[in-house]
């Protein structure tokens, strides 16, 4: 069978990247292609490396243009999905890469975005808990947040298995496309090249819930998470240096067979051989994860590393994945498993 698709948001990065992996996938017929602002030019004009795709015309976001499709992706700002998703029959599945329905406590979303809060639905990062069984029935889907994903996969093995005390730490620095298309100071050129900067700091950017509501279902203490981004002078990629207190008498060898027993049935992560720390080059293009831990004894500390391209695994290849399994089809379809390099 042949799923129809389509796609709104398509000029916009997630939009670009999704329509990237599509074309590859065996399964699909890329349909109809959505925008804002956009919508009437051709993709070529936003989208010049999808040449296949060039020539098609952007649509307005609208639930007619949207209809007639087996599956609907949502590739829209935060807030810009609920409106639409509510338009969209029962039957369809509806993939949402914004932060619409990825908090399932209403308070939260009040308090870190604000708005109309319009509910919760299955979480697309298959490695986490069992999501994976519950995205095999799913036909609504939120799609992490970028953080978020490797965040989370880089410190769920510790806290499932109960060998630190999950007050966490994360530091991860993001390429500049994690930000969208959309013009912001902070981001021109010359602000960017040549810096590295932080920003949403003091527990203030709003991924710091999704890691604690992540993190959470993983263990019955309470978690904490004090989170900091920093902007890096490249286009994608995440590496995320996690860190929390180990439990006495843990050593650096019990910390890595805690995570290679985690993700050995996990073919898109990687623990890397020890001694080989992650990079974002290595990953970069592909639905990959590499991680690598260890213990700072000294510190009393576990110290996690994890590597991803944000807007692959950490949107639209994890956006894609989900859907694989949603449509009963082998997880890994239309999904690169090798990066681009150097
Ligand atoms: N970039 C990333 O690494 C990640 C992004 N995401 C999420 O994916 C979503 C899209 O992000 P990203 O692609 O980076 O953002 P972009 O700004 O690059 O793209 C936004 C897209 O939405 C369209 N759009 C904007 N406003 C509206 C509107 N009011 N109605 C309909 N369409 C609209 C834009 O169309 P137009 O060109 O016409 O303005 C464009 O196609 C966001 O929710 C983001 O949080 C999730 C994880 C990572
Ligand atoms: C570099 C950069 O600006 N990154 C974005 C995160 C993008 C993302 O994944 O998150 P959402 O889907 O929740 O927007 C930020 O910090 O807001």
């Known amino acids: 069978m042949t799923y129809k698709v389509a796609v709104a948001g398509a000029s916009g990065y997630a ?12 399964d699909v017929q890329i349909g109809a292609l959505t925008a804002g602002q956009n919508a009437g030019s051709k993709l070529g004009a936003h989208q010049p490396h999808l040449f296949p795709l060039a020539d ?6 609208t639930a007619d243009n949207l209809a007639g499709h087996d599956v609907v992706f949502l590739a829209l700002p935060h807030g810009a999905s609920g409106a639409v998703a509510a338009q969209l029959p029962d039957d369809v ?4 890469c914004g932060a619409d329905f990825r908090l399932t406590d209403s308070e939260a979303w009040d308090r870190w975005y604000g708005g109309n809060y319009a509910g919760s639905w299955p979480y697309g990062l298959p490695e986490l808990g069992d999501n994976r069984a519950t995205l095999r029935t799913a036909k609504r889907i939120a799609v992490p947040g970028c953080y978020p994903t490797i965040s989370t996969l880089t410190l769920a093995p510790a806290v499932q ?4 005390t999950p007050d966490v730490v994360v530091v991860a620095a993001s390429g500049t496309s994690g930000a969208g298309k959309s013009l912001k100071a902070n981001l021109l050129g010359s602000e960017v090249m040549g810096s590295v900067s932080a920003y949403g700091v003091g527990g203030t950017h709003r991924h710091t819930p999704e890691i604690i509501q992540n993190l959470g279902a993983l263990t019955t203490d309470p978690v904490t998470v004090s ?16 860190s929390a207190p180990l439990h006495d008498g843990v050593s650096a060898q019990d910390v890595r067979a805690v995570y290679e ?15 080989q720390w992650p990079t974002t080059a290595s990953v970069l293009g592909s639905n990959n994860v590499a991680i690598q831990v260890t ?7 576990l110290v996690a590393v994890g590597a991803v391209d944000n807007l692959t695994k950490g949107t639209a290849g994890g956006a894609i994945q989900s859907m694989n399994l949603a449509l009963g089809l082998d997880e890994h379809i239309g999904l690169p498993t090798a990066g681009v390099a150097p």
């Not at 939009?15 to 065996?26: A, D, Q, V």
């Not at 098609?56 to 976001?61: C, K, Q």
């Open 15 to 26: 939009g670009g990247e999704l329509l990237r992996l599509l074309l590859t996938h065996p």
């Open 56 to 61: 098609r015309e952007l649509l307005e976001t």
């Open 93 to 96: 599945l509806v993939i949402d």
């Open 161 to 164: 298995a109960g060998i630190v």
């Open 227 to 242: 989170f900091t981004p920093l902007l890096v002078p490249m286009s994608r990629g995440i590496l995320a240096t996690c």
């Open 261 to 275: 027993k985690a993700y050995a049935a996990e073919d898109f992560v990687h623990v890397l051989p020890e001694g």
């Open 295 to 301: 213990a700072d004894a000294d510190a009393g500390r």
